[in-house]
């Protein structure tokens, strides 16, 4: 089991940026892929970006390429989405995700955290 817990999700204005964290524990973390994805009402939940176990390799959904960046700290089992030039359509519930696999799809994720909100004001 690995269990996940995301923090520094918030209000803030369009142009904005915020950093999203996610603590990891349990099983060994720095072994399986991480992914970050986000939900907003009355939406499916997507895929904003996924880092590999190792941090060699990244993916980002086409929404937020050029303005998020993913990363890990694999010693402090840490997961991290930086977020610049926040739009009002980021508006959403942010969850990260651990899985065996390098994946944009959600259904390849077997660990998930409880999300945490980021609002983006016009």
């Known amino acids: 089991q690995v269990q996940l817990v995301e923090s520094g999700g918030g209000l803030v204005q369009a142009g904005g940026s915020l950093r999203l964290s996610c603590a990891a524990s349990?099983?060994?973390?720095?072994?399986?892929?991480m992914g970050w994805f986000r939900q907003a009402p009355g939406k499916e939940r997507e895929f904003v970006a996924a880092i590999r176990w190792s941090g060699g390799n990244t993916n980002y959904a086409d929404s937020v390429k050029g303005r998020f960046t993913i990363s890990r700290d694999n010693a402090k089992n840490m997961g991290y989405l930086q977020m610049n030039s926040l739009k009002p359509e980021d508006t959403a519930v942010y969850y990260c995700a651990a899985a065996g696999t390098f994946s944009s799809w959600p259904e390849d994720y077997d660990y998930w955290g409880q999300g945490t909100q980021v609002t983006i004001s016009s």
């Open positions: 349990g099983r060994t973390f720095s072994s399986y892929d």
